[in-house]
């Protein structure tokens, strides 16, 4: 099946003495070919070798598998990347579904096919909601990409306008995860399966734990704090009393990055005072920036603050809610804002540039590899190690800088507590021997346009993605009426992304132009 071993540099791929890449051998031709095989119904191939097509198969993750024939974590220093790339590990379930007790529809088809593209062809499971738009989408990308059936463990979505009132819907999250290991084939051996939920909770752990598998990822409730609140530790606390460590006391400087001036508050008055606080310690005609701890995205942000802001600002009920004033970072003319995913203390593939709008409040998407000379990436390296000194990380992370007037990268974001929204896409990447150009965005998907269609359409536009070309466009996401993630990516150069790219824009406008059309 002409299997190679293939080793990349330690910052794009992690380290190389611990990857094994697989790649397929036969003719790219026989791989496949996408417009005629979409058009007659056929399943369409990966170029990555599928773990069922060697000698092994499924019999990897079966009950008559010895423990010696895969390699599961055992020790906290082990490489997370290994197990979630590599060719002989442990297969992963992938259980990316909300912890809120409330679902709806559109969340969480949302949240579950993130993972899509790091499902390994004929070796990971991955747990996906009987939605009839997410069915349609593991279709299409089962049959392009090599997965087969008995991957995907499909379980009840529990919805909230679902007027069912058994002890099943009254907490979906561990609910879905009972039904979910109950759903696993009795030949899988379960003592050689990984289980990567979204977030790891104490409730999901113990499910997970008690049908004798490994849980990969970081704890919710960190030492230092929640993980989803990780950006308050960028700064000390305004009050003394509440003050605890932060980014300040870690040696950033050393790596020749810094964090930005600030301070965290619990309350109104708290913010009023980190607010004069700030305005006496930094240059005068300094402006700050105002950013609710528990939001993500962009949500709630307030650039170029004023007292009055401050003043009208509400926090939540819940306890422990914070927001951090700090100094908002002045860069060039062309706002540079690279960002980096980490696993534990290596990098998950390129530094990135992400795509910012709205003043750099909303982020569009990301571009990798970075087009910043390689001392940024380093530095940005650098950075990140220095901030896992502290937090000890075992899972995916990722920070996000801002270059300030000197050329310094300034921290301005941490991003914990989940698998960042393209962790998935890394991963598939790192799976080829060739790094790849690629753009990550996302666009509204017309209401009534299926999955089939599109798939269709970019087929014949010759713009789905082609392994043996090691170009095109993935859609790995597919929510009618709702934002839909996507990727553009070739190993030939940026033209080529841009040129595929602009295509895809055009096909977009016409779709919503015929969006009542009956085709769709």
Known sequence: FGVQNVTLSEFTHGPASQMEILLHGQPASKIFDVDSQLKAGQGLE?????????????SQISSASSSTEVSVILQEDDNLYKVLVGSDTSPVLFGWWPTSAKWTADELAERTTRCLP???????????????????????????????????????????????????????PEAACQEVFQKIPGDINMANLCFYPMYLVPGIKAIAESHGTQVLGDEAKHRLGALSSAKSWLHPHINLEKRGPSL???????????????YVASSTEELLHAFRTLQAEMPCGTRFVLKPSWASGGDGIIIDVTE??????????EDGCTAILEELIEGLSELQSPTLYMIGSESCGALADQLLSSGGVVNDGNRWPSALPET??????????????????????????????????????LNMGRPNGNFAVRLWESTFCQHLFMHTSSWLVPPGLKAKTLYMLLAEADLLWKAEALQGILIYQFLPGQVSSFVVASAASWAVVDKQLAKFKVMISNLEQIE????L
């Open 376 to 413: 940024m990436a380093q530095t940005c390296l650098a950075a990140a190690r220095a901030v896992q000194k502290v937090w000890c990380l075992s899972s995916q992370w990722g920070l996000d800088f801002v270059i300030d007037r000197d050329g310094v990268p300034i921290i301005v974001d």
């Open 46 to 58: 990966d170029s990555r070798t599928t773990l069922a097509s060697l000698p092994q198969g499924r």
């Open 118 to 172: 790091a499902v390994r062809p004929g070796h990971d499971l991955v747990a996906l909601p009987q939605l009839p738009e997410v069915e349609e989408l593991y279709g299409c990308w089962s049959k392009q990409h090599g997965l087969a059936d008995w991957q995907a463990i499909w379980f009840a979505p529990r919805l909230e306008s679902d007027t069912e009132e058994s002890d099943h819907w009254k907490n979906p």
């Open 308 to 317: 009055e802001h401050l003043k009208d600002f509400v926090f939540p009920a």
């Open 248 to 262: 300040r006391e870690c040696g950033l400087e050393c790596s020749g990055a810094r964090g930005p001036r600030g």
């Open 516 to 519: 009542s059309s009956p085709k």
